[in-house]
């Protein structure tokens, strides 16, 4: 009643501020100068002749507040008041008009007071959905009568019916009412403005109707020519209309805008009472929660409601396959058996009967069934159920059709996959460009020392010619001496002693001029190369000079980014084209979060190494520790420079795991001659063969560990006392590439390629151990539940997967298409029945009575007391035999040509420890984590195919009436009766007695104990 008055208020203010408007234009017409009185006479003219027109489509109390607003007052008529309320209605009149002078006294510039104004009357509004309910037969009984009273009382705005609210008291009781309303009048004054609040004074009891239909929505108030037909033309003066009609849409806007506010604060208030006051298990129950309103707004089945995989198909009617569909079918293939099965007998046939035509169509077939099962799922919401029974024609496979949940886990996974890459990609474009940043903030140092690298040169050259030139001048002043020495002798006296001798003179003249022209054509040859030599010192002394006041004005911190990188070392952790590449080759998810965390672990250390040399100034580079407390030592080592120096004698950890990767993937192993994805092999011996071998150095680890030492490269972290000197004492002092060890077998241990490769080696070799704990020594005996479970000893842990791609091919190679069948029965067979016992494992577990242990087969194999042992001696990963993965990392890190035992043995300790410390937990956790999600896999499928059988068991009969149709044929009067026994000696077996349809009529329970004789 409330909500009605304040919609009758309203829609009266409304039309008071209309009649205002009129009488303002019709003030302004009356000031206007006499000569205008004829144009303005034909303005109102034209104005009546619009209300005219409008009058048709006018009700009749539309007409009678026209006619009120004009000064033409009429009775009213005793169809719509009586007489007796004519008191009343002039006083809520009066009331109504002291309303309209305090809200809008601006607009009432001549102070008259407000005419008298009648209501108007309530009329429910009536829709063609409304009338229909006519049509509906609700029956003669109880029943219908309130059903039809319940549409009577929503129709007329009247509220809750009396069915519904006996429903409530049924549900909730009569205490829900009262708080309910209770809370409303509290909280109803808080949620009106001040309008509305003010005019909440002057209403009565009982007083307004609900229209059904909020004013300001239904009405079009902005339509400029409706309000001139009822309120006078505007063309006198257009500009005071647009104002006036734009001042009422704005204020009318806010209106509605307050109004909805109101509503949410109301609905979200009302929200909070009833979670206050009643259960959730309640409301849900008893009313729609906003889960229900998004489920009925989805509409589609509610499994999809949280299924949120999008669909990597084309949208809309497209029916042509695409590549990203294709990609996706052919994953899926590969991780179901049993499609995966069906996709190698194809292959198979086709090595004996089939063409190559029907080969490519029978695989086409299921890559097809595959597309169009995740179309009707991700386009028509399709049920698995229904698209298996009556999509047969468009999903040709029966094994994807056996399989459809399977492929809508698959592609839940796929989507994650690719959610993983991007995730990658996005931190290796973050650490690639991070490096190519300081690379270029140090472009400029590094011109400043190649410069001065080629000055010393430069000068080193000029020098010597120098020395050549002096050298050869000499030599020349010397010989023309000799020549003028020998000119100067006495010839007669020669003569007369000697005799005459004037041949052999020409031949030493001869010779002389020889060696004198030699000399001179290289003295000029020498002066030439000084001379050049002058020009180039000159030359680069200028460059040298230019680059270093550049140097100097715009890059002060060039010297640290050269460190940073030096430090970094990027081309020994990373590849940027090739990584990229095995990126996008990479098709499971486990791969790839381990590219992820190598990736992690690159960051963290170059993210040390910047911070260390004052490079970090971004937010992210201040804080101080990593979440990874157990980094701290990795990240000081790699700060401090370990890193660049491990790698001057061991193997960069990607190509490592290159080479891991073919020696395990490829019949011929490893290709010295390859290369990485953008690097040339013809521009230098770096980028040859060379580039696979680990460093070699012509000194021994402890010379040279001394010299690194002694020039400030290698830092002793943990041997520095608290005075900054050496502790004679400390194991480091004697092993000084102790840190360098340790950030080499990290780095080692966390590269995608060798964890993919070295975990798939670990798969196949651990082994599987329970032992049983002081409890289950106590109560474990032949008869108990887990009798059998206790003692397992070197359990394959293989036998709980099904065999990978590779392996099940070399599995199958030479077989016929039987014995491919019978294999994958026999492997599926063994999965299923090791996976339940894995679950049964679990449960003795967590209930305490046995321990789990994963680990690699002994060196020495099993003691005879072995399960008397402790978790030590499971657990002290010396004594596993480490032999089939050490020795496939030393096939990679170790030279090919050998080198120093010494320098092999530093090797060996990162590859020990890269395994002890690092590898094997991982494996083992994950191996864990494997076997307890692949046991629940196939646990859920087999109590699902347990519980179908049982709900499907039809009842009990006689074996002489058994027959093909037993399920369907009525048996008449004949009595059937079900039994229930009971597996548990203490719970009661039950006996009851059937229908003809297999309805039970009655049941009697037969305690334990108790025996029943004829």
Same mark, same amino acid.
């Given at each position: ?19 205002? /408007?009129?009488? $303002?234009?019709?003030? %302004?017409?009356?000031?206007? !100068? *006499? =000569? +205008? #009185?004829?144009?303005? &006479? ?51 009149? /009066?009331?109504? $008009?002291?309303?309209? %002078?305090?809200?809008?006294? !601006? *607009? =009432? +510039? #001549?102070?008259?007071? &407000? ?900």
């Amino acid at each position: 009643a409330k909500d009605r008055l304040d919609e009758s208020v309203r829609e009266e203010d409304r039309k008071q501020n209309e009649l205002n /408007a009129l009488e $303002q234009d019709n003030k %302004n017409k009356d000031d206007d !100068d *006499d =000569d +205008d #009185d004829e144009d303005s &006479g034909a303005d109102r003219r034209k104005g009546r002749k619009r209300v005219g027109k409008l009058q048709d489509r006018l009700t009749q109390e539309d007409l009678d507040l026209i006619e009120e607003s004009k000064g033409n007052y009429r009775a009213p008529r005793d169809d719509d008041v009586d007489r007796d309320d004519d008191e009343a209605r002039k006083r809520k009149v /009066a009331k109504i $008009q002291e309303l309209r %002078n305090q809200l809008f006294i !601006d *607009d =009432d +510039d #001549d102070g008259k007071e &407000g005419r008298k104004k009648k209501p108007k009357k309530a009329a429910v509004e009536n829709f063609d959905e409304d009338g229909m309910a006519e049509f509906i037969d609700y029956g003669d009984d109880e029943n219908g009568a309130r059903y039809r009273d319940d549409m009577d009382m929503e129709r007329s705005g009247q509220g809750v019916s009396e069915a519904q609210l006996d429903e409530a008291n049924a549900i909730f009781g009569t205490d829900f009412l009262e708080f309910m309303a209770e809370g409303d009048n509290a909280q109803d004054d808080d949620l009106l403005d001040d309008d509305e609040r003010e005019s909440k004074k002057f209403r009565e009891r009982g007083v307004g109707v609900d229209l059904g239909v909020d004013s300001d929505d239904d009405v079009d108030i902005s339509d400029s020519e409706d309000d001139d037909a009822l309120f006078g033309s505007g063309d006198e003066d257009e500009t005071t209309g647009e104002k006036r009609s734009e001042a009422l849409r704005l204020k009318r806007e806010q209106r509605r805008l307050k109004k909805e506010e109101r509503r949410k604060k109301k609905a979200e208030q009302r929200k909070a009472r009833l979670r206050r006051a009643f259960e959730p298990v309640q409301l849900i129950e008893n009313f729609c929660t906003e889960r229900d309103d998004e489920i009925r707004i989805k509409d589609a089945p509610e499994r999809f409601f949280d299924w949120k995989t999008p669909f990597h198909g084309p949208s809309g009617a497209i029916t042509s396959i695409i590549l990203a569909e294709e990609q996706e079918a052919l994953w899926i293939i590969k991780r179901i058996p049993d499609i995966a099965t069906e996709y190698m007998i194809i292959e198979t046939e086709a090595d004996t009967s089939m063409t190559n035509e029907d080969f490519d169509l029978k695989k086409r077939a299921i890559v097809e069934s595959v597309i169009k099962t995740l179309r009707f799922i991700h386009r028509e919401k399709l049920e698995p159920e229904f698209i298996r029974k009556y999509r047969a024609d468009e999903v040709t496979s029966s094994t994807v059709r056996d399989n459809i949940f399977a492929i809508m886990d698959e592609d839940t996974e796929w989507e994650r996959l690719l959610n993983a890459k991007k995730k990658v990609e996005a931190l290796l474009e973050t650490v690639t460009s991070t490096a190519n940043a300081d690379d270029a903030l140090g472009a400029d140092e590094e011109y400043v020392l190649k410069l001065k690298e080629d000055l010393k040169l430069a000068k080193d050259r000029l020098d010597e010619s120098v020395r050549e030139e002096d050298r050869k001048q000499n030599e020349l002043n010397a010989l023309e001496q000799d020549n003028k020495n020998k000119d100067d002798d006495d010839d007669d006296d020669d003569d007369e002693l000697f005799g005459d001798d004037d041949d052999d003179d020409d031949e030493k003249d001869k010779d002389i001029a020889k060696q004198k022209e030699s000399l001179m054509s290289h003295l000029k040859t020498t002066q030439s190369l000084v001379k050049v030599c002058a020009e180039q010192v000159s030359s680069v002394e200028a460059s040298l000079k230019v680059a270093e006041e550049n140097s100097a004005s715009t890059q002060p911190g060039q010297k640290n980014a050269i460190m940073a990188s030096n430090k970094i070392c990027r081309d020994k952790l990373w590849h940027y084209e090739d990584f990229k590449r095995y990126l996008a080759n990479l098709n499971d998810y486990n791969h790839v979060m381990d590219f992820y965390k190598y990736l992690t672990l690159i960051k963290e250390g170059n993210d040390a190494v910047r911070t260390k040399n004052s490079l970090a100034t971004d937010g992210t580079d201040t804080k101080k520790r990593s979440r990874r407390f157990d980094r701290d030592y990795y990240r000081t080592c790699v700060s401090q420079g370990l890193r660049q120096i491990c790698y001057q004698f061991a193997l960069a950890p990607f190509r490592v795991g290159i080479k891991l990767e073919d020696n395990l993937t490829k019949p011929e192993g490893f290709n010295w001659d390859s290369s990485l994805p953008g690097d040339n092999p013809n521009e230098g011996d770096d980028l040859g063969p060379r580039q696979w071998n680990a460093p070699v150095n012509d000194s021994d680890p402890t010379s040279f560990a001394s010299e690194l030492v002694s020039s400030g490269e290698l830092v002793l972290l943990a041997a520095m006392d608290k005075s900054g000197k050496l502790s004679e004492d400390h194991p480091e002092v004697s092993d000084p590439f102790r840190g360098c060890r340790y950030v080499a077998a990290m780095e080692l241990a966390y590269e995608p390629r060798i964890r993919r490769h070295l975990r798939e080696l670990y798969k196949q070799k651990a082994v599987l151990t329970t032992q049983q704990t002081p409890k289950g020594v106590d109560v474990i005996d032949p008869f108990h539940e887990y009798y059998g479970l206790h003692l397992l000893r070197n359990k394959k842990v293989k036998d709980h997967f099904h065999p990978n791609e590779r392996e099940l091919q070399q599995q199958v190679f030479g077989y016929s298409v039987e014995d491919v069948k019978e294999l994958n029965e026999k492997l599926k067979s063994n999965e299923k029945q090791s996976c339940i016992q894995y679950l049964n494992i679990m449960k003795a577990e967590k209930s305490g009575h046995i321990k789990v242990h994963i680990h690699l087969p002994l060196l020495h194999g099993d003691s005879e007391d072995w399960y008397k042992k402790g978790d030590d001696y499971f657990k002290n990963r010396e004594k596993q035999d480490l032999g089939p993965l050490i020795e496939e990392l030393r096939k990679a890190y170790y030279p090919s040509d050998g080198d120093m035992e010494e320098w092999n043995n530093e090797r060996d300790k990162i590859l020990r420890f890269a395994l002890t410390n690092f590898l094997l937990p991982a494996f083992e956790a994950d191996m864990l984590k494997d076997l307890r999600d692949a046991a629940i896999k196939v646990g859920i499928a087999e109590a699902g195919k347990n519980l179908s059988m049982m709900a499907m068991e039809g009842p009990y009969r006689p074996s002489h009436l058994l027959g093909d149709n037993r399920f369907l044929v009525p048996t008449g009067d004949l009595p059937i009766v079900g039994v229930c026994c009971a597996s548990d000696g203490k719970d009661a077996s039950y006996l009851a007695a059937l229908t003809e349809r297999g309805e039970v009529s009655d049941h009697l329970a037969i305690p334990s104990g108790i025996q029943i004789d004829s």
